[in-house]
């Protein structure tokens, strides 16, 4: 079977993904492949919404300050810069393609939320994401030139020193479970990025679709990509509470707009914020979500409120239709009683690590959105930095790939199962699965110590023994390719949290409570094959 061949390769349908093909499609022969359908990833989940400087009052210099302080230290200034500059253009782009942004008095309606320190938020009611996705997918389904894998799962990336080829290496394309047929597939082509998400899944409590695997970080690194700052796990302070509430997030602009954040009433009902930091409910999120954690550990409680029934129906309803409703259908009334809420894993502040193009190490290879890190996130990402940061990149990237030069690729192998048996044991992926998001939430979670990172540390060696047993052996699946980079990106969570010896933004050690200077990055260079 031939390899399908494109000029440009896009894992992942995200907005950083389908930015990047619209960017192209004029211009090369795109491919997006995805492992689901266009809208399961991460980007349509998105509430709040999108950060720029749009009002009068504010300025760049402001926005810029204000990611560098959530930051910690560690924003890269010249990565922090080149996306605030950026992001008017990236929103004007969205309202020339139609995305519906909530309006007042005909100008884009801003909102804030913790950590900035003016109204910048644009927004879609309180469903900024979903509706950016939808109108990029039409978009892109009717634009000539991109062609749709769905249901196509990364399984690895091709490079030529994979292939023992002589001379530098580079990205050649990759290799992708069709989900329809269970064949591999092969794909080449001269420029390959990955906009795959983050990793939420490694997390037995996250706000992140089941998308979130981090596959795009695990295979930069087998092809030997560098990866930074992947101790930065963010946790959301404020996930909906409830057993039939899977992952559902209740947006940081429900602080903004004056939520309070108290105890049960079991536990007095009263704020707690104010002792933990003067910032309050609007303070960053990993101050919040450890506030949050603490609380709930110092009393024994399973959950807080999150109060904002001081405000109108009316206002709510305008602001926060899908909260209420999704909150109503479980029952919960936020118009007169609280909501009760959990942190979760909501966001992979690191990556694999790029320059201000999204170029990686690895010639022809870029990462882009959740995937990458640019450095702007720096030890912690300020809210509504992200969907922008998607933009951005996206934008920058397909200019580098429009001015690369042409390259001359070799015929690609195809993918090889002729020794491989269907496993007879599929319950053990599971099992594994569910031990390994266990352990990381207890060991590598909102609060770390040595002690829980080498326990982590040794479950995940037992852990990679069996599945790189089973991927050598048994025919791959979506599950077991999901559970490997999983795993993978694990042991690269906890080297770099053990690498960090002290407390900053969400890494936070009881064994290291202060800061250590000077700031640095924590960067892990893959082993040469």
């Known amino acids: 079977m031939a390899s399908h061949d494109f000029d440009v390769l896009i894992v992942g349908s995200g907005l950083a993904g389908l930015s990047a093909a619209l960017h192209l499609a004029p211009t090369h022969r795109v491919a997006v492949i995805t492992k689901r359908q266009l809208h399961d990833g991460a980007s349509a989940w998105a509430q709040g919404g999108i950060a720029a400087v749009l009002a009068d009052g504010d300025s760049f210099g402001a926005h810029v300050e204000d990611t560098l302080v959530a930051g910690a230290g560690l924003c890269d200034l010249a990565a922090t810069r080149f996306v605030v500059e950026n992001a008017p253009d990236a929103i004007a782009w969205l309202q020339q393609l139609g995305v519906p942004f909530s309006l007042e008095d005909g100008a884009l309606h801003l909102t ?11 927004h879609s009611t309180d469903a900024t994401g979903a509706a950016v996705q939808r109108t990029l997918i039409d978009v892109v389904r009717a634009t000539p030139g991109i062609t749709l894998f769905e249901q196509h799962t990364l399984v690895d990336l091709i490079t030529a020193r994979k292939l023992g080829a002589k001379g530098s290496d580079r990205c050649l394309g990759l290799y992708a479970l069709d989900e329809a047929t269970d064949e591999v597939l092969t794909f080449r082509a001269p420029q390959t990025i990955l906009a795959t998400g983050g990793a939420g899944k490694v997390y037995l409590y996250t706000t992140n679709p089941d998308t979130a695997t981090g596959d795009g970080i695990a295979a930069a690194w087998r092809a030997g990509c560098r990866v930074a700052n992947l101790e930065f796990i963010q946790f959301h302070p404020t996930c909906l509470y409830h057993p039939h509430a899977k992952s559902f997030l209740i947006t940081e602009a429900v602080r903004g707009e004056g939520g309070l954040l108290k105890l049960p009433a079991s536990a007095g009902g009263t704020r707690f914020m104010p002792q933990h930091d003067e910032r309050a409910e609007l303070a960053p999120r990993d101050v919040v979500a450890r506030a949050i954690d603490y609380e709930m550990k110092k009393r024994g409680l ?18 926060f239709p899908n909260i209420l409703a999704r909150c109503a259908e479980l029952g919960i009334d936020i118009t007169k009683e609280p909501i009760p809420v959990v942190p979760a894993a909501h966001y992979t502040c690191g990556g694999v690590l790029t320059d201000l193009a999204g170029r990686t190490d690895l010639p022809g290879l870029f990462a882009i959105g959740e995937t990458a890190c640019t450095g702007l996130h720096g030890a912690n990402r300020l809210a509504s930095n992200s969907l922008v940061e998607c933009m951005v990149f996206a934008r920058a990237a397909a200019q580098a790939i429009a001015a690369a030069p042409a390259v001359e690729l070799p015929e690609l192998p195809q993918w090889d199962d002729s020794r491989v048996t269907d496993a007879d044991e599929c319950v053990v992926i599971s099992h594994n699965w569910d031990e390994l998001r266990r352990f990381m939430w207890d060991y590598v979670g909102i609060v770390r110590t040595n002690k829980r990172l080498e326990r982590a540390a040794h479950r ?53 409570p ?12 893959p082993p040469v094959a």
Do not use: K, W
Not at 112 to 122: D, L, N, Q
Not at 475 to 499: F, G, K, P, Y
Not at 514 to 525: C, D, F, G, K, R
């Open 460 to 512: 995940i060696a037992l852990l990679q023994g069996e599945i790189h047993e089973f991927y050598s052996h048994f025919h791959v699946t979506r599950d077991l390719l999901e559970l490997r980079n999983l795993v993978q990106v694990a042991e690269l969570i906890v080297r770099s949290a053990q690498m960090r010896r002290e407390s900053r933004g969400l890494h936070f050690s009881r064994d290291y």
């Open 302 to 319: 399973d959950c807080v409120h999150l109060d904002i029934s001081h405000q109108s129906p009316e206002f709510l309803q305008e602001h």
């Open 514 to 525: 202060e800061l250590a200077a000077p700031a640095a990055p924590t960067i892990l260079v």
């Open 112 to 122: 804030r939320e913790g950590g900035h320190s003016a109204r910048r938020i644009v």
